[in-house]
């Protein structure tokens, strides 16, 4: 790992490898020192790899009984819809794992009204987090080819939402309407990683990594601060 916290593997299986061995050594840090292990999800095809590996590799090496697992974004359609990030992490990792019902919680999509769904989604997690702005473990995300992450797209104003917590976002591809945690929340978490994969995203992940620390950046995966670590495949990061 470089001073700016890019990793860089062979391949996605190589990186994810290396990400799920980051978690496993996470989770058991946070559940020693605070008893569970919150962890925020991402959704997309690139994550698959790394939810295939939980749910071989750490079926019984992390302790998923003290594990919470929630949603970074959500595409608003129902769970068993193909395009749900829900159902991704479900038919990956959940239905593989011995967690609990009761620690998981998706991002609700059954209201009519998103508007009410991202508070509702919001109250929950200031519940399980006993906290007005939670703060995560670890949150992972992933990288947009505009340069988005999580359902933070160009163009929106990030900082208008700084005290909340889950917002209702529109998204430039289909289904356009998400529910997506803030950039404030995702900068207030233990630690974020980015996985990414692809010669597809050699030139954004290029220009967000140089754009780091731009207040004035177009790209919301710029503006991700904090302890972030970056597990990237050799064919996105060919313009490094």
Same mark, same amino acid.
């Given at each position: ?112 009204? #998103?508007? !009410?769904?991202?508070?509702?989604? &919001?109250? *929950? /997690? ?6 007005? +702005?939670?703060? @995560? ?34 998204? #430039?591809? !289909?289904?356009?309407?998400?529910? &997506?945690? *803030? /950039? ?6 233990? +630690?974020?990683? @980015? ?36 597990? !990237? ?8």
């Amino acid at each position: 790992m470089n001073k700016d916290g890019i990793e860089i593997y062979p391949n996605l299986p190589d990186a994810a490898a290396a990400a799920a061995s980051e978690i496993a050594r996470i989770s058991a840090q946070a559940i020693a020192e605070r008893g569970r292990f919150t962890l925020a999800l991402s959704g997309g095809s690139t994550p698959r790899a790394l939810y295939a590996i939980l749910a071989e590799d750490y079926k019984d090496a992390i302790d998923w009984k003290n594990v919470l697992l929630f949603w970074g974004d959500e595409r608003y359609v129902p769970h068993d819809d193909p395009a749900s990030n829900f159902r991704l992490v479900k038919e990956s990792l959940l239905d593989f794992i011995p967690i609990p019902a009761e620690n998981v919680f998706p991002i609700p999509t059954r209201n009519p009204n #998103p508007e !009410v769904a991202a508070q509702t989604y &919001s109250t *929950t /997690l200031q519940s399980a987090f006993g906290e007005k +702005h939670p703060t @995560f473990d670890l949150i992972l995300l992933g990288l947009g080819p505009d340069g988005h992450t999580a359902s933070l797209f160009p163009g929106m104003d990030l900082d208008k939402d700084a005290d909340k917590v889950a917002i209702v976002t529109n998204a #430039p591809f !289909v289904p356009p309407v998400r529910i &997506s945690l *803030t /950039l404030a929340l995702i900068n207030h978490a233990r +630690h974020v990683f @980015f996985l990414v994969s692809g010669k597809e995203k050699a030139g954004i992940l290029l220009e967000v990594l140089e754009s780091r620390g731009d207040e004035e950046t177009k790209y919301p995966a710029a503006r991700v601060e904090g302890d972030v670590r970056w597990f !990237v495949d050799r064919d996105a990061a060919g313009n490094i």
